[in-house]
């Protein structure tokens, strides 16, 4: 056998190729995480509105001089305040959502990254491999013609 019918092989492609599927997968988890995040961030916005309306109300009734019954007043404002804690505890959520996305994308970016220089330094690897093949065949050949050469004087 010939060193030109040996194929290429790269003792990296399984750790490119398993890094391939783990792109992959963090693909997946960065579109869901980032699905999450946008959740509560709709979430958010709704509570905003719904803080600003109740707010826009109060005052509103403040400025027509009407008067608020107390207990409907304290009604109100517990129901502002239960809508401002949940706010921040939405806000809480989101930031964690947000730090999560931003972790799976940077693994995300690295990994690329890593499988790049791999996929990179493959193309080189192959490259010498050719070289090496086509010397390794101009070799052969000259041997040959040599030999011919030989038993052609003799």
């Not at 958010?44 to 027509?64: N, P």
Request: glycine share 2%; hydrophobic share 35%.
């Amino acid at each position: 056998m010939t060193n030109s019918s040996k194929p290429f092989q790269y003792a990296l492609d399984p750790i490119i190729k398993k890094n391939n599927w783990d792109i992959n997968t963090l693909k997946i988890e960065a579109a869901q995480a980032r699905g999450v995040v946008e959740k509560y961030i709709a979430e958010s916005k709704g509570l905003r509105m719904k803080i600003a309306k109740l707010e826009q109300e109060i005052r509103d009734s403040q400025t027509r001089n009407s008067l608020i019954m107390c207990d409907k007043y304290e009604v109100t404002k517990t129901f502002l305040d239960h809508q401002h804690q949940l706010l921040a505890a939405k806000q809480k959520e989101l930031e964690q959502a947000e730090r999560v996305h931003e972790q799976i994308v940077a693994q995300l970016r690295s990994l690329k990254q890593s499988t790049k220089g791999l996929e990179n330094h493959r193309r080189g690897k192959k490259k010498t491999y050719r070289m090496q093949q086509e010397r390794a065949a101009i070799i052969e050949a000259d041997e040959a013609w040599l030999m011919r050469r030989r038993n052609n004087k003799t």
